[in-house]
């Protein structure tokens, strides 16, 4: 999307979420020797389990939402909370 187009209100959401996309990933980054190491232990471990959350810095906090709530609703409420501050219109 071209932001020098955006309306007012469009680009102070754009400009909310882009500063907090920012903070997240920068706070959670792993190295690809670290997921690798992740999915090493994973496969060689003994006991396998239908999922993993191979990064626990990555917003843990919406893994309830994500498997408790089959039509997703949960989950748009909780990002949009995070990454908007509850604006959702």
């Not at 990933?25 to 792993?30: N, R, Y």
């Not at 990064?55 to 748009?76: Q, R, Y």
Request: net charge negative; charged share 30%; proline share 4%.
């Amino acid at each position: 999307m071209d932001v020098t187009t955006a309306d007012p209100k469009t680009k102070s959401l754009l400009d909310t979420a882009q500063a907090n996309l920012d903070r997240t990933f920068s706070d959670a980054m792993q190295s690809c020797d670290e997921v690798a190491q992740i999915v090493k232990d994973i496969i060689l471990g003994e006991k396998k389990d239908l999922r993993y959350q191979t990064n626990d810095k990555f917003e843990p906090g919406d893994i309830p939402f994500k498997l408790a709530d089959p039509t997703g609703n949960k989950s748009v409420d909780h990002i949009t909370q995070r990454f908007f501050g509850g604006k959702n219109s």
